[in-house]
């Protein structure tokens, strides 16, 4: 049985991306990558990582495009539709990288979950 390809949201000059699309290709794992600064952020992928990781963890807090924020956006997030609109808005609030592994949804870079993932003892 194959497993689906994954999907890589995320942007290009990322390290954490960087780091992402080394690793999978360390371990051989094709995959698609969508860059959501140059292709933009698609609608349904958006809704669908919401349902399935919440907002809390796709809202990246602590990068730069957060901190740019004014004071008022920053803090009239408090649920999924008003962090979904700054995500909307702003793509590189997106903590990164998303990515979509057909059965799941993951966030950010963790080598041990998708070394199991992928079948790897990592």
């Known amino acids: 049985m194959n497993a689906p390809t994954p999907t ?3 942007i290009t000059n990322c390290d954490t991306v960087k780091k992402t699309r080394a690793w999978l290709a360390q371990y051989g794992v094709s ?3 969508h860059d959501f600064k ?3 952020l698609p609608e349904e992928a958006l809704a669908h990582w919401l349902d399935s990781v919440g ?3 796709l809202l990246n807090r602590r990068g730069t495009t957060w901190r740019r924020l004014d004071a008022a956006t920053q803090a009239g ?3 999924g539709a008003s962090a979904a609109a700054v995500m909307r808005a702003q793509p590189s609030v997106i903590k990164r990288p998303v990515v979509d592994w057909g059965d799941a949804v993951t966030v950010g870079f ?3 979950d998708w070394a199991q993932r992928i079948g790897q003892d990592s």
């Open 8 to 10: 890589v949201y995320g």
């Open 31 to 33: 995959y698609t990558f």
């Open 38 to 40: 140059k292709l933009g």
């Open 55 to 57: 907002w809390e963890p």
């Open 77 to 79: 997030v408090h649920d």
């Open 110 to 112: 963790d080598a041990q």
